[in-house]
């Protein structure tokens, strides 16, 4: 049996990047440049179009304009392919842990949809007992690069996702998300309700995510130190000049209200989950 081989990061840029949604840009403007194996933080408040971002740039949402790049592979052009090689870890509405469910069963179910779907047709005729065994080297090769010991959990592998920590159920779904070998890794909420402790642990852990090869892309309040950081604040900030600009010319003609509608994207746009659900 051929043990699962490390995934590669991957160099990852935007130019003039930008997303429209219903209710106007959710972010316009993006543009960065990073190295492979880099952590990419995406900082900004709740609602500046951060989580939009990362989900255009793992191939999730179609961008509006301007382009972007992961590897060979530009976007918007080829978004299935950036779908291929990247993998989502704790993004509401698209990535949720079942509450009901428990660690293993979690666990398994992936392990049983990468055997299933995530590997070319030779992997598929071998033997089910080296499948099996290959499913297992990887769910664990994941679980360490996560960061989360199953066995110290209150009931170790039966113990419920409702019953995990904030930390560890990020953890899981980081977990999760590595059980495919994604060369690109996209992380939201990384610092949500979390202590300033446990925030540096994530960091931590996603920062040795980078070390081992993979490029990780995090959404944050506050970008941590060394990382290459992409601000939604600027973003939002010209958004909402060219939206009051809108507002101060309704008085010359009766579309200037919509005008003002289509140009504000102060809140991120409300469609993403199903979006990216579909992609």
């Not at 055997?115 to 769910?139: C, D, N, Q, T």
């Not at 996560?146 to 419920?160: E, H, I, M, Q």
């Amino acid at each position: 049996m051929d043990e699962p081989q490390e995934a590669s990061g991957i160099a990852v840029s935007a130019e003039g990047f930008g997303l429209r949604g219903p209710r106007g840009w959710a972010f316009r403007g993006v543009g960065f440049a990073a190295e492979p194996g880099s952590l990419i933080a995406i900082e900004g408040p709740s609602g500046s179009g951060r989580t939009c971002l990362l989900l255009a740039l793992t191939g999730r949402m179609r961008p509006g304009e301007g382009h972007a790049a992961v590897g060979p592979h530009r976007l918007p052009g080829h978004m299935s392919a950036v779908r291929r090689i990247s993998a989502l870890a704790h993004v509401p509405g698209v990535t949720d842990l079942d509450p009901a469910l428990t660690v293993g069963e979690h666990l398994r179910e992936r392990a049983l949809l990468e055997r299933r779907f995530g590997g070319s047709l030779r992997r598929l005729i071998r033997p089910r007992a080296e499948r099996a065994a290959e499913a297992g080297l990887r769910v664990d090769t994941a679980l360490a690069a996560a960061g989360l010991d199953v066995g110290t959990l209150p009931k170790g592998p039966r113990t419920a996702v409702r019953d995990l920590e904030r930390l560890e159920a990020l953890r899981l779904s980081v977990a999760l998300a590595l059980i495919g070998r994604p060369r690109l890794l996209g992380v939201d909420d990384t610092d949500l309700k979390l202590s300033d402790g446990e925030r540096a642990k994530v960091w931590t852990l996603l920062r040795s995510l980078t070390e081992a090869g993979t490029t990780v892309v995090a959404v944050c309040g506050e970008a941590p130190e060394g990382a290459v950081t992409v601000s939604t604040r600027r973003t939002g900030e010209r958004a909402g000049e060219q939206a009051d600009a809108a507002r101060s010319d309704e008085s010359t003609g009766p579309h200037g209200a919509e005008r003002a509608d289509e140009q504000s994207d102060d809140k991120e746009t409300a469609d993403a989950p199903a979006q990216a659900g579909r992609a």
